[in-house]
């Protein structure tokens, strides 16, 4: 027990750090302005109370907060009658019990308060307890940390949790982790007749037969070895008996980037070659976009929220470690990007959705600049309208592009962009963006590289508007967005899952549909390529890259630069 040389009274066991807190909040609220100032600055406000009378200091952010002015007596009741009402019995019994063990000498916890003019805000109590020679509470100080953003996000995040948990529930899809010596620690929804509970704690080898476990466990070492991502289609074993499945792998890093698993997820194949090829494409990678982003929900809970990512900017993430990987301030600072997701319904016009800052009227309603968009799910478009009235598209917009960025060619006037599908849509803090790319940090060059690409795409679509026949046009636009899919793992070489209509074909690349529907016949006939049930297979991707002269080096300017 440490003794309080003020008063006397003796304080409970906790962590040096808090101790060291206690200090720096004494001295603020006796008056160190500096220190008061310091601590305003990273959102951290300062309180004390005397148990005995009630009476309460506060710092002056927590004055205006619960409504107390400058010269007025602040109370723990009149404290507690700000507590939401949802949240104060809760409150009570969690202070209560802490103030009753004499051990306890620190406690945290989070609540909402009601302002004066309804709005809500959750705050995080982080109370130090000092008690008499009997052991009995007889004062607290602390600090209090406005997490209402942090709150807001992870409320987000297990709704969209609950939502890819519902959307896989009747699927033939698998998520699972293991850890480096290949244990499950995490499965959702196991085939032939597992369950969880039967799943956690083994590996392969221990589920199932040596011929089919060692082959399964080569490819998953494989992945912890190289650090990067497999697919195979392998053959597995369960009380029901043996299953076809598509397997995706991909290596779970912690938040400095170091490998510490397997991530990945699996598709059930029928048992002919024909309906695995048909339901491979259909369930596996017509579902990418599902699995890979429910696996990065589970990789935020798994960690218990200490690893930076989200639905958000996973795409991105993804997208920027093209360059290398990233490190653990790194992620951490693209997570701070993330301000909130919404959910954009198909063919609705995003710049509807942006959050306009306030123009020199201050009312919020125009003249002001758009907030950062980031496409964390599906697609958009945007196009300009020509004098006739016909549509031209100037480009497609995927998961982990960004919209309304100076670097990313944002919008100008008469240029629309629209949702082609449902779409995950993420506001960006616009400060936090313009500090990281005007920085010198590693991550300020992959978001260069990102921007890069951005331009060289416009330029080929240029070339393709200007030179290439329309066969090359086709081919090379679905060979550029098959390539863009795969860099943020939505795609693989043998095709994409593919929203665009014929009529969107012919407006990006200045032909008409009749002419979109003879070219893409033409490529069906010669065995380049399929499009069946919203689904792109290239069958014969080497014919398809010569007929377009295609060049997949424009999606990688850094290595051209450094050529």
Request: proline content about 4%; aromatic content about 6%.
């Amino acid at each position: 027990m440490a003794t309080d040389a003020a008063g006397g009274d003796r304080m409970g066991e906790i962590e040096p750090a808090s101790a060291m807190t206690v200090d720096v909040v004494s001295r603020a609220l006796a008056g160190d302005e500096l220190l008061e100032t310091g601590l305003a600055a990273v959102g951290v406000s300062g309180w004390e109370a005397d148990l005995a009378s009630g009476k309460v200091s506060l710092s002056p952010w927590l004055r205006q907060l619960f409504g107390i002015s400058d010269g007025g007596a602040a109370t723990i009741p009149s404290i507690r009658a700000r507590y939401h009402p949802d949240d104060r019995e809760r409150v009570s019994a969690a202070t209560s019990a802490a103030f009753s063990d004499p051990g306890r000498g620190a406690f945290r916890e989070r609540f909402r308060v009601v302002r004066g003019d309804g709005s809500i805000v959750w705050l995080e109590a982080r109370v130090a307890i000092f008690r008499d020679r009997d052991g009995a509470a007889r004062r607290t100080i602390g600090v209090m940390l406005d997490v209402t953003k942090q709150m807001a996000r992870e409320q987000t995040l297990e709704a969209d949790c609950d939502r890819f948990a519902a959307a896989l529930a009747d699927s033939v899809i698998t998520l699972f982790q293991q850890d480096l010596q290949l244990h499950y620690t995490w499965c959702h929804n196991p085939r032939l007749g597992y369950a969880s509970s039967v799943v956690l704690g083994r590996t392969d080898a221990e589920l199932m037969e040596a011929s089919l476990a060692a082959p399964l466990e080569r490819l998953k070492r494989t992945v912890l070895e190289t650090g990067r991502a497999m697919r195979r289609e392998v053959t597995t074993m369960g009380p029901r008996g043996r299953g076809t499945f598509d397997l995706h792998l991909e290596p779970l890093r912690d938040s400095r980037g170091a490998v510490i698993g397997i991530t990945g997820a699996s598709v059930e194949l029928s048992v002919s070659p024909e309906g695995r090829r048909s339901r491979a494409a259909r369930a596996s990678l017509e579902s990418r976009e599902l699995l890979l982003d429910g696996l990065a929900f589970h990789e935020v809970f798994a960690a218990e929220r200490t690893v930076a990512a989200s639905l958000g900017t996973t795409a991105l993430r993804r997208k920027l470690e093209i360059m290398g990987p990233l490190s653990a301030a790194a992620v951490e600072r693209l997570a701070r990007l993330d301000t909130r997701h919404r959910l954009v319904p198909a063919k609705t016009t995003l710049q509807d959705h942006a959050t306009p800052s306030a123009g020199e009227g201050g009312d919020g309603e125009g003249g002001g600049d758009m907030v950062p968009l980031l496409i964390a799910n599906g697609w958009a478009v945007s196009y300009t309208m020509v004098p006739e009235g016909g549509r031209q598209i100037l480009g497609f917009h995927l998961p982990g592009d960004l919209l309304g960025w100076p670097a990313a060619s944002p919008p100008s006037a008469g240029t629309f962009v629209t949702t082609l599908t449902e779409c995950m849509i993420s506001d960006l803090d616009a400060a936090v963006l313009e500090a990281i790319t005007q920085s010198t940090e590693p991550l300020a060059a992959a978001f260069r590289w990102s921007s890069a690409m951005s331009e060289a795409i416009v330029r080929q679509h240029l070339v393709s508007l200007g030179r290439r026949t329309a066969l090359a046009r086709v081919a090379h636009l679905l060979l550029e967005i098959g390539d863009r899919l795969r860099l943020v793992g939505r795609a693989d070489e043998a095709g994409f899952r593919c929203p665009l209509t014929q009529i969107d074909i012919a407006d990006a690349l200045g032909l008409t549909s009749v002419h979109v529907s003879r070219t893409l016949k033409q490529l069906r006939e010669m065995g380049c390529l399929g499009w069946r049930d919203g689904f792109v297979s290239f069958n014969d991707r080497d014919r398809l890259i010569e007929i377009a002269g295609y060049d997949a080096s424009f999606l990688a300017p850094q290595q051209r630069a450094a050529e």
